[in-house]
């Protein structure tokens, strides 16, 4: 096992607990504290698309740092700088507690920071590895994700009782001191990293072949790639046209969804017009690039009920009824945001327990656990709770009393879901990404998640529309138990996608010889 992997594993669990420190305490802050000027009819809806709009930064931004480390800096040096940005925002929360532009300001520089070097921590993980060790990649991965659930275990169970104790500037405090920390540690192993230079700027780039595939000619034929590639960009004007309508956040995610969809379809109808220009290797590379982008698209959905346990699912608990819990002789009442410790332990025990039990035991029936059965199972999994999750919410609109213990179900399909979907995705990206581009295809595999909270805020703002709310209201459903339903559902109808996909999906095995090379 390479000896800076400690360093890194120290890093990412005291940096995760920074994150889901402030993350996990945002929406409660935001119901109890810093919205209070906002009529308490809208400040649900209004808490909820702040929290998704940060979210939707933070998966944003390493786009940024996967194409600064590439080009310029390397991951080092692009980690540790975004990590100073990152601690500058944790700042900002902690002292401008009751101030609105100086929270927001804190926000957007951990969105800034915290995106830059998420995608590059991964990689560097992947960078310590070659071929005469990589059998212990999965083990390292495993291992990294099993200390990010670590940090957000504790974050989820001690920052909701420090902001009701101690209030908002010890709350948000305490986790830019672990950014701190996360920082220096990251630091102190500078000398033991296997540092991947810069790439130097290469003429059979992904963009470069791109733009080759989409410009060039063809005898006697016409370009319908770049047609298609145009009429992206052009829905992309439309969708940015429409900002005073539906918002910046809205409009500039649409636009950017719509440009890369369009034209990604557009270079692969054109790619083979590349050859020659590029080489076969190179060509090959975007092919690649482009399945993968595929296989992010349809996480998308995951991502929009998963990443709803901090907004959506806490205003459930919210009204729900608390028991007193007694554990070893100490009494306490459990609070709605400590009910998201619930997912992090739950993965600390399920990676575990699937590498030694579930995993094992299908491969014994015949059944191979390959990363995209794993996912397209997670999915279908994170649909599921919720089913469960409306349920529950059915029963509330009825004028049921629901204890919050209620949700351990839910949390519990939901987390087994996210095992099988993103730990699995952080292996696959590393693996099927070029060598030249795992930065950037990681910064991909992050701006899944930014379309995800997309499709939650695109949901909300429809819900406040006159005709979708007649609809909400004709079938009988609360707006909230008609969202959860629809989620559901949505997530399950890509499962179906997802599975056709995955066999037609070839696998690759992009990581470093023993000689450093690819």
């Not at 909820?48 to 933070?58: L, M, N, P, R, Y």
């Not at 949901?459 to 969202?483: E, M, T, Y």
Request: aromatic share 14%; with cysteine.
């Amino acid at each position: 096992m390479p000896r800076q992997i400690p360093y890194i594993i120290a890093n990412e669990g005291c940096e995760r607990f920074s994150f889901y420190g402030m993350r996990n305490i945002l929406t409660p802050f935001l119901l109890s504290t810093l919205l209070l000027f906002i009529p308490i009819g809208d400040r649900t809806a209004e808490a909820k698309h702040i929290f998704h709009t940060f979210v939707i930064g933070v998966y944003f931004f390493p786009l940024l740092g996967g194409w600064i480390a590439d080009r310029y800096w390397g991951k080092y040096k692009t980690v540790f700088w975004f990590s100073l940005i990152y601690v500058a925002g944790h700042a900002c929360l902690a002292i401008f507690e009751h101030n609105l532009e100086g929270f927001y300001l804190g926000l957007a520089l951990i969105a800034f920071g915290s995106g830059g070097i998420k995608p590059l921590v991964v990689a560097f993980v992947g960078d310590q590895f070659d071929q005469t060790n990589k059998n212990r990649a999965k083990l390292v991965f495993d291992a990294f994700y099993w200390i990010i659930n670590f940090g957000s275990f504790f974050a989820s169970l001690l920052m909701p009782v420090l902001l009701r104790d101690y209030g908002p500037s010890v709350a948000f405090g305490i986790p830019g001191l672990l950014m701190a920390i996360a920082t220096v540690v990251f630091w102190l192993g500078r000398h033991k990293y296997v540092h991947v230079p810069p790439a130097a700027p290469n003429p059979d780039a992904f963009s470069s072949v791109a733009r080759t595939a989409l410009l060039a000619r063809a005898p006697g034929q016409s370009r319908p790639g770049l047609w298609v590639a145009g009429a992206g960009a052009v829905a992309a004007l439309i969708s940015l046209g429409l900002t005073p309508s539906i918002g910046f956040v809205i409009a500039a995610c649409t636009a950017l969804v719509l440009v890369l969809a369009f034209g990604g379809v557009g270079v692969s109808m054109q790619l083979e017009r590349a050859r020659g220009v590029h080489t076969d290797v190179a060509v090959e590379g975007v092919r690649a690039v482009l399945r993968i982008l595929i296989v992010f698209a349809m996480i998308t959905p995951f991502w929009s009920l998963f990443d709803q346990k901090a907004s959506t699912w806490i205003v459930q608990a919210n009204a729900m009824d608390s028991p007193l819990l007694s554990i070893f002789g100490w009494e306490f009442t459990l609070l709605p945001a400590q009910m998201q410790a619930v997912n992090p332990i739950l993965v600390m025990l399920l990676i575990p327990l699937n590498n030694i039990l579930l995993f094992p035991l299908m491969r014994a029936i015949g059944i191979t656990p390959t990363p995209l059965r794993r996912m397209g199972l997670g999915i279908a999994l994170s649909a599921s709770s919720w089913v469960v999750i409306g349920m529950i919410q059915l029963w509330m609109d009825g004028g049921d009393h629901v204890s919050i213990l209620w949700q351990l179900l839910p949390y519990a399909l939901l987390t087994l879901g996210e095992v099988l979907v993103s730990a699995t995705g952080l292996e696959f990206a590393y693996s099927q990404a070029p060598a030249s581009m795992k930065g950037i295809i990681l910064s991909f595999w992050y701006l899944a998640v930014t379309v995800g909270n997309l499709w939650v805020l695109i949901v909300n703002s429809a819900v406040k529309n006159d005709v979708v709310g007649g609809w909400i209201a004709h079938s009988g459903l609360s707006p909230i138990a008609f969202q959860m339903f629809f989620f559901a559902a949505f997530a399950a109808v890509v499962t179906a996608i997802f599975a056709l996909y995955a066999t037609r999906y070839k696998m690759v095995d992009n990581y470093r010889s023993a000689t450093g090379q690819p």
